[in-house]
């Protein structure tokens, strides 16, 4: 049955425009899929502007799918979306678990392709194209084609092209599981260091309670099919994220919570 | 274990790698040659390289007018395969029903053999434009491939990458021109290089069907050949037959070398 609730992608005039409005306002997301298999249940979330927000929880527990509902690459089965204008501007950015990468098109190209899309010329968009390749430490690559690149610099890649397009909010879905753990510690620095700079808002999808502790400012902490979002842990450290914070005696205590909240949930 | 530091097995040098194709095929043909010669058997049943060489030199005229012929053919069928091919490909790709009701369609124009089906194509269309019945025999042989491959491709497109699109709001013509011909490109390639092959193949088969009525390509000069039993010119056409076929395919593949080998796996140097 469909639900009489009214989706709304777009902020309707008169909403609550405030500083302390969300970026991103989620009531009662529901998924269903054609088969009756419930994917979501009853989302509420709020993603606040300038937050590092995790969502951890076992495979299968919707995580992707309300990842793809914020980006608006699936339509709830019930619930509402509200986007506050603000998320707007450079649109949203999106990261997948695989580089995503077409095969065909040099680095340049690439990262070139949201603002091609957009109708920008070449030469209009190589300040900002270069500008990004920089960014993620791929100066040099721009004509390499993705064959000629590790995992890891596809991943690069991957995110220069999500950043090329200036957005305030970046979507990621488990965008460094395929990759080794030097790799990854690599990219999860360098990706805190990009999201202080560039002020970003990220959601950011993982089943790895390390990851998630180590990058968030909150974590969403999920429980398996249908997916709920079973509590909400805030990370709080004053010190930066780095290798003193990953042995410190507050980044287990927060592992602990988080994997106890996992197992709550029933993973 | 060998302490020995060429442990990989070193590929032949260039120039021996053409070297000793020729060599083989030079100590073929002068067995050939002596073979005719000692055993003394007639021109008619098997005629000597040197005496092919000779027709082919001595009707030149003749035989290129007719090379020219079945080249133009050839060609013409095999872009109109190309065409028509790719044409009904995008039309499956982007309808589902199209392609249902179609597609049984192109499997029977393809299974049905040719040669059965060339009297009917050749009465309908070939008595007042006999070229326009072998174009259209020709192109049913080399069209499938096309067809087949190039529906394949277009479906084979990234799912994340089509999501991407969606995401940075690409239009239907960006989606078409940005990700699914490059996508598809290497299946285009890879069936074009067989209805290459095939439009040639369709060219002669043709030809052959139409019999004396056309009187100008290379499969006619060998029937022709054959009735007269002048068999070295009958040789002779059937080299620049050969010859004709192995330029067709290396043109393609040095087509596809040059569209995917910069980004393609099929193209990418092994590791030692």
Not at chain 1, 134 to 141: E, H, K, N
Not at chain 1, 215 to 235: D, E, F, K, Q
Not at chain 2, 224 to 242: C, D, K, Q, T, V
Request: proline share 5%.
């Amino acid at each position: 049955m469909k639900s009489p609730v009214v989706l709304s992608q777009d902020s309707a005039p008169g909403t609550d425009e405030g500083s302390n409005a969300p970026l991103i306002r989620l009531r009662g997301v529901e998924k269903r899929y054609k088969g009756g298999v419930a994917a979501l249940a009853g989302v509420d979330l709020d993603i606040a502007e300038g937050e590092f927000l995790s969502l951890l929880g076992p495979s299968g527990c919707g995580k992707t799918t309300l990842l793809r509902i914020i980006a608006g690459l699936a339509k709830p089965s019930a619930g509402r979306v509200e986007a506050s204008a603000k998320a707007g501007g450079g649109g949203i950015g999106f990261v997948f678990q695989e580089p995503t990468l077409m095969p065909w098109a040099s680095v340049f190209d690439n990262v070139y392709l949201p603002l091609q899309l957009a109708g920008s010329s070449r030469a209009a968009a190589a300040a900002a194209v270069e500008s990004a390749i920089v960014r993620v430490g791929l100066a040099g690559f721009e004509g390499t084609y993705p064959r000629a690149l590790s995992g890891g610099m596809k991943m690069r890649v991957s995110i220069a092209r999500a950043l090329v397009t200036a957005p305030r909010l970046l979507l990621m879905d488990e965008p460094f599981a395929a990759l080794d753990e030097i790799t990854r510690f690599k990219l999860n620095d360098d990706l805190l260091a990009l999201a202080a700079e560039q002020r970003w808002t990220v959601v950011f999808v993982t089943h790895s309670i390390f990851e998630s502790v180590y990058l968030s400012t909150r974590i969403a902490v999920m429980s398996a099919r249908p997916g709920r979002i079973t509590r909400l842990i805030a990370v709080e450290s004053d010190g930066p994220r780095n290798v003193a914070f990953r042995t410190s005696p507050d980044y287990g205590a927060l592992c602990r919570a988080a994997s106890a909240a996992l197992a709550e949930g029933g993973a | 274990m060998s302490v020995a530091p060429d442990l990989e097995v070193r590929a032949f040098p260039r120039w021996l790698r053409v070297a000793v194709p020729v060599l083989l095929g030079l100590l073929f043909l002068g067995g050939w040659e002596l073979l005719v010669r000692t055993l003394e058997i007639p021109k008619f049943v098997l005629p000597a390289p040197s005496m092919i060489v000779a027709a082919l030199i001595e009707d030149r005229a003749t035989l290129l007018g007719s090379l020219w012929v079945t080249l133009g053919l050839t060609l013409a069928a095999f872009v109109m395969a190309l065409v028509l091919g790719f044409a009904f490909a995008v039309l499956f790709a982007h309808s589902r029903l199209m392609e249902m009701s179609l597609f049984p369609y192109a499997v029977i124009l393809q299974v049905t053999p040719i040669v059965s089906i060339a009297p009917l194509v050749l009465i309908w269309v070939g008595l007042g434009h006999l070229e326009w019945a072998l174009l259209i025999l020709a192109t049913i042989v080399a069209f499938f491939p096309i067809l087949s491959n190039s529906t394949l491709g277009l479906k084979s497109v990234d799912h994340n990458l089509q999501e991407l699109f969606q995401l940075y709001g690409a239009s239907r013509w960006q989606r078409f021109r940005r990700l699914e011909l490059p996508s598809a490109l290497p299946y285009i390639l890879g069936g074009a290089k067989i209805s290459g092959g095939l439009a040639l193949i369709g060219a002669v088969v043709a030809e052959f069907v139409a019999g004396s009525g056309t009187g100008t390509g290379l499969a006619w000069r060998i029937i022709e050949s054959g009735n007269r039993l002048n068999i070295p010119r009958m040789f002779a056409a059937l080299l620049l037959l050969s010859l004709l076929g192995i330029l067709i395919f290396f043109s393609l593949a040095w087509l596809e070398k040059r569209l995917l080998g910069h980004w393609h796996e099929s193209a990418r140097p092994r590791d030692s």
